[in-house]
């Protein structure tokens, strides 16, 4: 970047432009996609079809207003993300600008349970027949 003078101008992490003033509401899957919470619009609108995105705990059809203080509770590839939305947008933005929009509100998911993984000897070898079925007998369980 450079600035008036044509000289380079250093921006730093602690250098954050407020957002400007945006509509007072605006559609649910064009906020869902401005703010990177899904890839594109039309997933973001299938996604309200489909049932998985609510607004302040009803169900969301794609052109439901949302506004500046409302939770949005979105099933998205596989996880619940619950946003309350901070700022409102129409046009996708950077990934550093999108996280300032909304605060995430989703629970840290639950540890995973550490799976015993059967190990053997290093230099073993490949198992012999009767070894295999013993470690499928063994993974079964």
């Not at 950077?94 to 509100?105: E, H, I, K, N």
Request: net charge positive; hydrophobic share 35%; with cysteine.
């Amino acid at each position: 970047m450079s600035g008036a003078n044509g000289a380079p101008v250093e921006r730093g992490a602690g250098d954050v432009r407020p957002l400007p003033p945006g509509p007072p509401t605006t559609r649910v899957d064009r906020w869902l996609w401005a703010v990177r919470l899904t890839k594109t619009r039309a997933d973001a609108a299938q996604a309200c079809r489909g049932g998985h995105v609510r607004v302040n705990d009803r169900p969301a059809k794609p052109a439901t207003p949302v506004g500046v203080g409302d939770v949005v509770k979105a099933h998205l590839n596989g996880t619940t993300r619950i946003v309350d939305v901070g700022h409102v947008i129409e046009k996708r933005v950077g990934a550093q600008v999108a996280v300032r929009c909304y605060v995430d509100r989703t629970p840290a998911p639950p540890p995973e349970a550490a799976i015993p993984v059967a190990r053997r000897e290093r230099g073993a070898g490949r198992p012999t027949k009767r070894d295999r079925r013993q470690l499928d007998r063994f993974r079964e369980l």
